[in-house]
């Protein structure tokens, strides 16, 4: 049930929530009602109302807020609105960074005498007088032979100018050694408020840059081989294409300023049994060969994904795969009968290691998955995986030209999230 709280300072608020330190009783997302932390809006008269803001992905960038209240569902644009914030820490307030744009809902990232604000992949410094972008772009200059490319950094003026005086003589070294990324802004802010004995907020410190979670996954995986370099006078086929599939890993996701972005890291154990069969004819001889083995690889890919769609609970992603395949052939026995059809005829009966691999591929693959949530603790997962191995498999046939298998390997996948 949301709490609506009425903030009794209100001239304090309005002069203090734009620039400088904000107070708790305005960014805390602690719902003083339940207990617990909740999303929350304030209107420009200073109310504060507690309830859920509809989103699929922790973003931060909001054109527009939809807040469920007591069962009541409304919009909110810039215009509506003083700000709003979400349980786990994000504030924003509606600010004008520019005269073009208007009225926008912008992230604070940190509150003080100095302000540092985000919207749209660019960070800005409020200091209650004007709102500064923090600017650094690269320059082609003219050189000798060949132009170079130079990177200005005008941000580091502009934060030597903001914290001028005895604690931002301190900082130049610093200012001067930082990167436009959230996480130098931070410092240099932080130890410039702690030398100057000013009161500060970080909006961001329960809100981590990345996490982290283990996974399993359990599958079936099948085989579709195509071979080249052959004559079309062979005639081969495969009994069996399925085998298992394993694995474990790492998923990096939740990024802070990429929560759609993830990547994972697996180690896995493929295995399949192999039966093989094929046929040759020319001049006066007829020759057959079989093979049975079973193949065991141990694989290590390497994923990107993009989550496209979130709904009804259910996250959906597509992801791009590039790994490592170990591959090895054991009781890698085939047979070959040569017969001859001419003046004498006979059968010769060989044993030989017709199948061969490499020891090591880099395989390239797609991937599309979902997710959901089954507890606090887990989600559930399934993937259909594809991966392509050239030249995977060289069939070596005594008296004749050795030809390849190209590779083709699906497979499907279910696991857990921890």
């Known amino acids: ?81 003083y700000g709003f914030g979400i349980e786990n820490g994000r504030f924003f307030l509606s600010k004008t960074l520019s005269e073009e744009s208007g009225r926008e809902f912008v992230q604070v990232i940190f509150s003080g005498k100095l302000q540092l604000d985000y919207k749209n992949g660019n960070y800005y410094i409020d200091n209650g007088i004007e709102i500064q972008k923090l600017r650094a772009f690269y320059q082609i200059t003219p050189g000798a032979g060949t132009s170079k490319q130079r990177r200005i950094k005008l941000y580091i003026s502009t934060l030597k100018v903001l914290t001028a005086g005895e604690c931002g003589f301190q900082l130049i070294d610093l200012i001067e050694k930082s990167r436009l990324e959230e996480q130098d802004l931070i410092r240099i802010l932080t130890q410039f408020h702690e030398c100057e004995q000013l009161p500060y907020k970080l909006h961001v410190e329960k809100i981590p840059f990345v996490k982290f979670s283990p996974t399993v996954a359990f599958g079936v995986g099948a085989d579709f081989l195509q071979s080249h370099s052959r004559s079309e006078k062979y005639k081969g086929a495969f009994s069996s294409i399925l085998g298992y599939r394993v694995s474990a890993g790492i998923k990096l996701h939740d990024f802070r300023r990429s929560p759609k972005s993830s990547f994972e890291i697996r180690a ?48 959906y992603y597509l992801g791009l795969v590039g790994g490592v395949w170990m591959s090895k052939l054991d009781n890698n026995k085939g047979f070959v009968d040569d017969a001859y059809n001419g003046g004498m005829e006979g059968v010769l009966i060989m044993e030989s290691q017709l199948f061969s691999t490499t020891d090591l591929k880099i395989v390239p693959g797609i991937k599309l998955g979902a997710s959901i949530p089954i507890s606090h603790s887990f989600d559930l997962f399934a993937e259909v995986e594809a991966q392509y191995l050239r030249d995977f498999y060289t069939v070596s046939i005594p008296n004749l030209p050795q030809y390849y298998y190209n590779r083709t390997y699906v497979s499907f996948q279910i696991g857990l999230e921890l």
């Open 1 to 81: 049930m949301a709490i609506v709280l009425i903030l009794t300072s209100l001239p304090f608020f309005q002069a203090q929530a734009q620039s400088g330190y904000i107070e708790e009783n305005i960014w805390s997302s602690l719902d003083p009602g339940r207990g617990i932390a909740s999303d929350f809006v304030i209107f420009p008269n200073g109310t504060k109302v507690f309830g859920q803001i509809q989103r699929n992905y922790d973003v931060t960038d909001y054109s527009e807020v939809v807040f469920v209240s007591q069962g009541n569902t409304q919009v909110f644009g810039p215009k509506d609105l």
């Open 268 to 315: 896995g154990y493929v295995t399949r049994p192999v039966d093989f069969e094929t046929s040759f004819s020319y001049s006066v001889n007829d020759i057959t060969a079989s093979a049975q083995f079973e193949e065991k690889s141990i694989v290590i890919p390497v994923s990107y994904s993009y989550s496209f769609l979130k709904r009804g609970g259910m996250d």
